[in-house]
């Protein structure tokens, strides 16, 4: 095993293929940074370039790329509170607030740390563990999955910060919106309207970027500043800024084993989704850790715990994809083919006749993760200066990439609508206190939870919840829920106690709470009927929103308002009372306006076209809305116009929505002889 681990390492040392590699690594920091795309896009685009390539070349490429997407994510999530995966969501909660403070720097540093420990926990868990791990992981049947599922909701009285029955209710509409779709076991669709659209589920890219983008988008645009407050002569983007989170990466370096040890693990239980991996590690990051109020408001912890879990699933993807030819995720289900394609079977004969591939695989992981970090830490002094430009050239530009990255989840134009309407429910909770990463952890969880409850049950009956592994995990998340729940629980009950009828306060708090409970009824009115294996679950779901919707309306009609403030799962700007008194007029107004921007967007698309639009709405937006000198204008719209032409139209081949004007272009061309 030595000498095959030292051959690999001097056929990937070889100039040609760490050229390879390192154009790999580019191509993967610059799908990061982009909304929506990850290495899920860029797999499928390089691997069609690799059938002229060796094994060790092609393998060098496209792990190249794909294992630094993770890296890169870090800075939308960080300077503009968008997720560049569904991997990196909860990396926003304190990252955003951070760069807010003019501390993007330290976050980029912390990350950068985490992200390289993380990663190389994740390729040296690979090298040692395929042996071990192997039984272990085949053992994992339904049962453990689905324990693990509820392990992951457990994380909800986590995340829910000081507004426990806001956090579950959110958390019961996630369930239901996971819901959305034809039931994989009867068949029967599922709150679909009649819309073609939602048969295949809800995307969760264009709802995790209305959900997390868009609020902070219109903010931004309402406020006139920049992402960063920066006092003068402060620097944000500084080398000293990122040798201190460096040093905070390095300060916490057991909660970087043990997020890793965990994105690690995590990782290798194929079907548990890279999207939930993070919200794990974070909430037990929470959970474990010391002085824990200022999670949420711009705790360097945070970002360390998430991004290093992030990373070190990596690793642990390639386990059971190496091992046994069983996919963790959708990547590694297109890497899988790339095995083919090179006449490589996954199993046991990448542990004996090519353990030499393997071991290449493990050092193209390991100098992928130190090269990209050693790129981002030169550039991240270019990336924090963007939090101090100006939100009138800043707003559009990231507008337009939002609406890009969202069209990549069905590429439809139903993911701008379903980007526009979680935009604005988004909005609404991050004013009104309501705790946000509960409602995405409900629809990430949601379908996987399903799916292998009906297995479970289906195969072991009740005896399921009686499993060795299980019953560890279910103490485990005994553990993590018990102690907050009962101190949230104590609270309530005290509230409820000094009700009085005379002090009713109907607000914006109570009216969004009676809208909740009205869409749940109107759910539950349509799932009537449904087979009982069909409605099972969305029913459950549904209840449980219902039950702690009404306990919240009643605690926001007769309640202390105290108990309408949302807790560590928001930054103290976003969801406090204070908030309520900030939005002046004049900020409403800026609101009202950024929202009906947002609507042009689709509204001109649909007429001409989503690139002519988001062009000619971008350069509008600038020069009508925010007062930018026109050359500026004109420069920042021409620029990025063909850029994303380039990016999307000729080297993604982006099949673009269709348009009014699109639809006639074709007889329009035909009837006057044009080409």
């Known amino acids: 095993m030595l000498e095959a681990g030292l051959q690999a390492l001097m056929l990937i040392l070889e100039p040609t293929r760490l050229l390879i590699m390192t154009g790999g690594v580019v191509l993967g920091l610059a799908l990061g940074v982009i909304p929506g795309l990850g290495g899920v896009v860029g797999l499928a685009i390089l691997i069609p370039f690799t059938y002229h390539l060796d094994a060790y070349s092609a393998f060098a490429l496209l792990l190249g790329m794909a294992s630094v997407t993770t890296i890169s994510d870090l800075i939308p999530a960080v300077l503009f509170g968008v997720p560049g995966t569904v991997g990196a969501a909860a990396t926003v909660l304190d990252g955003h607030p951070m760069a807010k403070r003019g501390e993007a720097a330290r ?150 084993l043990r997020c890793s040890a965990l994105g690690a693990f995590l990782g290798a239980v194929p079907g548990l989704g890279a999207a939930v991996i993070d919200w794990i590690a974070y909430g037990h990051a929470v959970r474990t850790e010391k002085n824990t109020e200022t999670f949420g408001k711009g705790d360097v912890r945070g970002i360390i715990a998430a991004i290093a879990s992030d990373n070190a699933k990596e690793g642990g993807h390639l386990v059971p994809t190496i091992a046994f030819g069983v996919p963790a995720g959708a990547s590694m289900a297109l890497l899988l083919s790339a095995f083919l394609i090179h006449g490589l079977v996954p199993g046991p004969e990448m542990l004996t006749k090519h353990l030499d591939v393997t071991y290449a695989i493990i050092w193209t992981l390991t100098l992928s993760h130190v090269i990209g970090a050693v790129i981002c830490i030169f550039a991240s002094g270019l990336f924090a200066r963007l939090a101090t430009v100006r ?42 206190g309501w705790p946000r990463p509960p409602l995405i952890l409900g629809v990430v969880l949601g379908a996987i939870f399903e799916r292998y409850f009906f297995i479970s049950s289906q195969i072991y009956g009740a005896a399921w919840a009686v499993r060795p592994i299980v019953l560890i995990v279910f103490a485990g998340a005994l553990w993590v829920v018990l102690p907050p729940l009962k101190t949230h629980l104590g609270a309530t009950i005290s509230s409820f106690r000094q009700f009085k009828t005379g002090a009713l306060r109907f607000h914006s708090d109570a009216a969004f709470s009676l809208a909740m409970i009205a869409m749940v009824l109107v759910a539950m009115w349509y799932s009537r009927g449904w087979p009982a294996a069909a409605s099972f679950v969305p029913t459950a779901a549904a209840i449980i929103a219902l039950f702690f919707a009404v306990l919240n309306l009643a605690t926001e009609l007769f309640g202390d308002p105290a108990q309408r403030l949302a807790g560590p799962a928001e930054a103290p700007s976003l969801a406090s009372e204070e908030a309520h008194e900030e939005m002046t007029p004049l900020l409403k107004r800026r609101c009202l306006r950024a929202f009906a921007w947002i609507l042009g967007f689709l509204a001109v698309g649909a007429v001409i076209g989503l690139l002519p639009a988001l062009a000619l709405l971008t350069l509008l937006l600038m020069l009508l809305e925010f007062r930018e000198p026109w050359t500026h204008s004109i420069a920042a719209t021409a620029t990025a116009t063909i850029i994303i032409y380039i990016l999307f139209d000729r080297v993604f081949s982006l099949p673009w929505p269709q348009s009014l004007i699109g639809d006639w272009l074709p007889a329009l061309r035909g009837a006057t002889g044009l080409v």
Request: charged fraction near 10%.
């Open 107 to 256: 976050a980029f540093g912390a990350g950068y740390g985490a992200s390289l420990i993380g990663g190389l926990f994740g390729a040296v868990l690979l090298a040692l563990a395929i042996p071990v791990l192997r039984p272990i992981v085949l053992y994992l049947g339904s049962p453990e999955l689905l324990s693990f599922c509820i392990f992951g909701l457990s994380m909800v009285s986590v995340l829910s910060g000081k507004a426990p029955l806001k956090g579950l209710t959110a958390a019961g509409m996630g369930l239901m919106l996971a819901m959305i779709g034809g039931d994989t076991q009867t068949g029967t669709l599922r709150w679909t309207f009649g819309s073609l659209y939602l048969w295949d589920h809800l995307p969760l890219v264009p709802f995790t970027l209305g959900i997390f983008a868009i609020p902070e988008l219109i903010d931004m645009a309402a406020a006139r500043t920049t992402i960063a407050n920066v006092k003068e002569g402060r620097s944000i983007g500084g080398m000293s800024g990122q040798l201190q989170g460096w040093h905070d990466a390095l300060k916490n370096w057991w909660l970087v």
């Open 391 to 432: 939100a009138g050239l800043l707003v559009p530009l990231v507008l337009m990439v939002i609406f890009l990255g969202a069209f990549e989840g069905s590429q439809s134009w139903g993911d701008l609508y379903t980007l526009v309407i979680f935009g604005a429910i988004g909005w609404v909770m991050k004013h009104l």
